[in-house]
Nanobody
Framework: QVQLEESGGGSVQVGGSLRLSCEVS??????????MGWFRQAPGKEREGVAC???????YYADSVTGRFTISRDNAKNMLYLQMNSLKPEDTAMYYC??????????????????????WGQGTQVTVSS
C-alpha cells in the first residue's frame, strides 16, 4: 500500500503563491519508482490532472498551469511538491496528490489521466480570491 498526505493549501489573493506538499509512505513500493501526479477538483467539476512527474524527474503540465506551476520531488524524503505562482480564481479547487505504482514501466513518461493512479491523498483546499 501507499499512503499520501497533502499539506500547504490555504487562501490567497489573485497573483499570490502557494506550495503544496505531499508526504508519501508505505512499504509496498519504492518512492523513487513511482510516477506522481497532482490533480484538482472544483465544485461541480470533474477531477482534472494538473501536473505529473515521472520516476526519473520528467514533468508534464496541463496547458492551464504551464508557466505558473512547478512539480518536483525529493526522493530522499519521499516528498512531492507543487509550487503554484500567479494564482488565479479559476485555480480554486481541492488539490490531490496521487501515485502510479507502474511508473518505472511507463516508457519514460507520466500521464495526467486519473486511471493511471491507484493511490490518492485526502486533498488540500486552495482558494484564490480577487
Amino acid at each position: 500500500q501507499v499512503q499520501l498526505e497533502e499539506s500547504g493549501g490555504g487562501s490567497v489573493q489573485v497573483g499570490g503563491s502557494l506550495r503544496l506538499s505531499c508526504e508519501v509512505s508505505g512499504d509496498t513500493y519504492r518512492f523513487d519508482r513511482l510516477n506522481m501526479g497532482w490533480f484538482r477538483q472544483a465544485p461541480g467539476k470533474e477531477r482534472e490532472g494538473v501536473a505529473c512527474i515521472n520516476w526519473i524527474g520528467r514533468t508534464y503540465y496541463a496547458d492551464s498551469v504551464t508557466g505558473r506551476f512547478t512539480i518536483s520531488r525529493d526522493n530522499a524524503k519521499n516528498m512531492l511538491y507543487l509550487q503554484m505562482n500567479s494564482l488565479k480564481p479559476e485555480d480554486t479547487a481541492m488539490y490531490y496528490c496521487a501515485a502510479d505504482p507502474l511508473g518505472a514501466h511507463r516508457g519514460g513518461t507520466c500521464y495526467t489521466g486519473r486511471g493511471y493512479y491507484n493511490y490518492w491523498g485526502q486533498g488540500t483546499q486552495v482558494t484564490v480570491s480577487s
